[in-house]
């Protein structure tokens, strides 16, 4: 007799060995393309990574370059670079979460408990540092002969195996050298305050002041007692930072200022040298971002001159910043645009430009370049729910060669020199895979083929998987919105209860045909139906599919998603009165915005860490899509959750971390308060000492858990 599949409960989700199967990161490929490193996580404990490495030259197995346990000290980490881990989003793993290859293959440098080792191939590993305080954004240098690294607001230089020495001075608590500032963190993506020259005997330097951005309190509440930070938060109309950049020696000395020009309030986006050395190139973006500069600037005097100028394809939308870009040898750009209306890449020479890429496809990440070959490699969006890896040519617009199988969806990355590709597979199906191809698509070897085999985590509850459906309604406009469902085992003549997740915001696209996590699955065998839609505002489906968001957040995408609601209840496996909704961070906002828009429509809402006033989020992110609040004041107030909370009628669970820095926890605090004033019923569970990210082997489940009890005692429960 067979034995019965077992229950896929949520306290499983979350434990380890991860149900996904291993989670490699940060797969990389030496130099001189002979070794293959890797961050690998542990059975027993998912969120704990080591470094790995295989000679690809020599045939023989894989094996670990650094035990994290053993090298290890497991200090506590500086507020400095938890706060930079919050806002690269890894703020809960643990061990190793990055490292470097030194330019001569010969070793890794290898930040682990706020100090720096070096792990050589032969297995010695020198530590480079060792004190009390954290080396932030560490670096080998072009050539690798120095280690650099941020150390209390100055960067530090050193050559590598000896002492290093402040290269900045110290200029009290509001001045940071070496460092991006908040938003460049945490909006632009952009985690580099100092960049090395190609020969290394120049760098660039980022000095932030401080001093206009406002005070946020914010009150880390914990289990045991309450720290408070005074962070320096720009929110939305007010003063940001103000960044200089100066070029200077190793030692410090021969400082040039670089011109950004007259005006202070822009944005530092991006700084790149020149592949020779012989000059620097910044995007300088406008506070507006409608406008791009790409600056080009002599090292020796610190000038500048307009390379180009990037602007918004329309009027009403803005400029979306992106690492699609790489400087050539001959001197001219291939870069990526959406002045077209989609994703596309072109190629400058300094006078002209060269349409390289076009169509409806959207083109999301440059992937790699080969010169040698005349050649690049890039990730476009196939039928909207796919990616797949294309080769196309540097010198000429032709037809782009597909490298990638359309069964599944990808990612992927590439060695310096575009010869192999680092390819990340998965499908419905098929949780993620990751495999090593040559530059024409032909798989070398498998990195990690996390076959669906008897002895794979999730093995057990595969048969009970449940494949998902998808199609799409026509939007208030007629434009296609896509969705995606999870069905249930169903009974004839029953209805379900709908488990209505939605995200909502620009960025994220939430339905896709890859391997959907194991959450989901969970919730389908409590006996309910998952559905996803995207709405208009969601990224790759070209600039008039994200711009309607433009000036008007909580407005279109609460009425897309009203068209999912109208949807599921024509369905007649569905019980109309037991649709649930929940979203987290932006989602968290929507479910707010949802309840008041059409209260009745849903039979509860779940808001996980919402944002609930505009002005309390940063400038760069929300005047991107909101303009000014200064200036557009009536914009906000109509995307503000505040003013119609008293309209929320249907069933409310709010939960948030009471540390959160990103969301900070006064927007919850703020829509509690109008609620309690106004005698409205609503159900809250927040979590101390917990940031944006609440999550765990226990915290985890007990989000989850929560939300079930609420739903279960409003009713939302699968049919008896």
Do not use: C
């Amino acid at each position: 007799m067979a034995e019965a599949t077992p229950t896929l409960t949520l306290e499983r989700v979350f434990a380890s060995p991860g149900l996904d199967g291993p989670a490699p990161r940060a797969v990389k490929l030496s130099p001189d393309g002979r070794w293959l490193t890797l961050l690998r996580n542990r059975p027993d404990d998912r969120e704990r990574y080591d470094l790995w490495g295989y000679d690809t030259t020599g045939g023989g197995e894989w094996r670990m370059l650094v035990d994290s346990e053993k090298l290890g000290s497991g200090r506590e980490l500086s507020e400095d670079e938890k706060m930079q881990r919050e806002r690269a989003r890894v703020a809960g793993l643990k061990g190793i979460i990055t490292y470097q290859w030194a330019s001569d293959s010969t070793g890794v440098l290898v930040p682990l408990d706020g100090d720096l080792f070096l792990a050589r191939i032969d297995g010695s590993v020198l530590r480079l540092t060792d004190t009390e305080e954290t080396e932030l954004n560490p670096k080998l240098s072009s050539k690798g002969g120095y280690v650099s690294f941020v150390r209390d607001r100055q960067l530090w230089v050193g050559a590598v195996g000896a002492e290093a020495v402040p290269v900045t001075p110290k200029e009290g608590e509001l001045i940071r050298w070496g460092e991006a500032e908040f938003v460049a963190q945490e909006e632009m993506h952009r985690m580099e305050g100092y960049w090395w020259s190609p020969d290394e005997t120049r760098l660039v330097v980022q000095r932030t002041d401080e001093a206009p951005v406002g005070v946020v309190t914010r009150a880390a509440i914990g289990a045991t007692g309450t720290k408070v930070f005074d962070q320096r938060y720009p929110v939305a109309g007010s003063d940001n930072a103000i960044v200089e950049l100066f070029v200077i020696d190793p030692d410090g000395g021969n400082k040039v200022q670089i011109d950004l020009g007259p005006e202070r309030d822009i944005y530092v986006a991006r700084v790149d040298w020149a592949p020779d050395g012989s000059a620097i190139y910044v995007q300088r973006q406008n506070r507006e971002q409608t406008v791009l500069d790409m600056l080009r600037v002599d090292p020796k005097t610190g000038a500048s001159t307009i390379w180009f100028t990037e602007k918004a394809a329309r009027p009403d939308y803005w400029i979306n910043l992106s690492d699609n870009y790489r400087f050539l040898k001959d001197g001219s750009l291939l870069w990526w645009s959406e002045r077209s209306g989609y994703g596309q890449f072109y190629r400058f020479d300094g006078s002209a430009w060269e349409t390289l890429t076009s169509g409806t496809a959207p083109a999301s990440h440059l992937v790699g370049v080969n010169e040698a070959e005349g050649a690049f490699f890039f990730r476009r969006i196939d039928d909207v729910l796919t990616g797949q890896i294309y080769r196309a040519s540097l010198t000429e617009q032709s037809a782009p060669q597909r490298l990638t199988d359309p069964a599944f969806t990808y990612a992927a990355s590439m060695d310096g020199a575009g010869r192999n590709l680092i390819l990340t597979r998965s499908a419905p199906d098929q949780p993620p895979q990751h495999l090593l191809a040559d530059n024409a698509g032909q798989p070398v070897m498998w990195i990690e083929e996390n076959a669906l085999g008897d002895s794979h985590p999730y093995a057990p509850y595969l048969a009970a998987h449940a494949m998902p459906e998808f199609g799409t309604i026509p939007g208030e406009d007629g434009t296609p919105l896509h969705w995606m469902m999870l069905i249930p085992r169903m009974e004839p003549g029953k209805r379900y209860p709908v488990f209505f997740s939605h995200y909502g915001g620009p960025g994220p696209q939430m339905v896709t045909k890859g391997w959907g996590g194991t959450l989901a699955q969970a919730i389908v065998q409590k006996g309910y139906i998952y559905f996803v839609l995207d709405n208009r505002g969601s990224a790759n489906r070209g600039v008039d599919f994200e711009q309607p968001i433009y000036r008007a957040m909580g407005g279109v995408e609460v009425r897309d998603q009203k068209k999912g609601a109208e949807f599921l209840k024509s369905l007649d496996f569905v019980d109309p009165d037991k649709i649930g909704i929940y979203g987290w961070s932006y989602g968290g906002y929507m479910t707010l915005k949802q309840l008041q828009a059409d209260p009745g429509l849903y039979a509860a809402g779940i808001s996980g860490a919402p944002v609930t006033r505009w002005e309390l989020y940063d400038t760069h992110y929300t005047e991107r899509f909101m303009g000014d609040p200064r200036q557009v004041p009536e914009a906000y107030e109509k995307a503000s959750a505040i003013p119609d909370a008293t309209k929320i009628t249907d069933p409310l669970l709010l939960i948030h971390g009471m540390a959160d820095d990103n969301v900070v926890f006064e927007n919850a605090t703020e829509i509690i308060s109008v609620l309690q004033e106004n005698n409205r019923p609503f159900e809250m569970m927040l979590y101390p000492g917990y940031t944006h990210r609440v999550s765990g082997p226990q915290i985890g489940p007990h989000v989850w858990n929560s939300i079930f009890r609420f739903l279960a005692a409003h009713g939302v429960t699968p049919p008896e």
